[in-house]
């Protein structure tokens, strides 16, 4: 009996990994749909790449399998809508992934902040998570069948990492004086970039109003609703003060993401080309 036999013949070449990705994959996006998938792409892609330094380094083994199925999840999410915005233009998901330079990228300041130590790493999964599922939620009722579809599935999975950060949150702070001071902190040090997930944009405005987007502002209230009962519950207070005036949506960035994308494309870039 051969190798083959025993194992089965599969390979990389035979996958279609085209199937995994949710959407018809003979549409094509327009200039606008298609900036606004890569704004969306850009903070799944992002976000996914923090999550998965995690592994191995998280405080419990648990931790590092539900931040790496986090992170891959997220990278699923990426993948379709960076997919969808390159049929704009001929680009494939991996052109946008590892060939654009950083003012070209579109996400988000909060997407961008450092993992820090697990409190930190958790208070912008909790923000992130919460408005993502806002978000997917209004989008899966999209006139756009891609990002509909997108949505759809997103939704099911972005659920489950909220209750994830739920969980963490009410976990660190109502755990040992270590773990609360430190969740209070990483709190009032990750809000100041979540104004920027909600604000109305010319392109966001042009796209809701043919029912293909949703306008950010019109999430801020069932986000704040459920970030408001957890950090109640958690005896936390949802801080005020200084807000960043961000811009990842016009390409002006946090100084970490630099870093982060080098690490993300340093395998392209230096082997172009190169399939395994």
Known sequence: MSEADVHGDVTVEQVRLSAELAGDSAATAS???AEYALWL?????????????????APELEEDVALANIALDLLGHARSLLRYAGTADGRSEDDLAYWRDEPEFRCAWLFQQPNGDFAHTIARQLAASVYQFELY???SS?????????????VKEVDYHRD?????TLRLAGGTDESRARMIRAVGD??????????DEPLTDALAADGIAVRPSSLRAGFDAVVGA?????????PTGFVSSGGGRHGRHFPSLG????ELQVLARQHPGATW
């Open 31 to 33: 200039p606008q749909a």
């Open 41 to 57: 792409g850009d903070d799944a892609l992002i976000l996914s790449q923090q999550l998965g330094a995690w592994i191995a380094r």
């Open 137 to 139: 939620r209004a989008l």
């Open 142 to 154: 999209s006139t756009d069948a891609t990002l509909a579809a997108v949505a759809a599935k997103a």
């Open 164 to 168: 994830h950060a739920v969980q963490w």
């Open 190 to 199: 990750v809000w100041p970039y979540v104004d920027e997930l909600f604000r």
């Open 230 to 238: 957890v950090l109640a519950e958690a005896g936390l207070e949802t």
């Open 259 to 262: 870093f982060l994308l080098a």
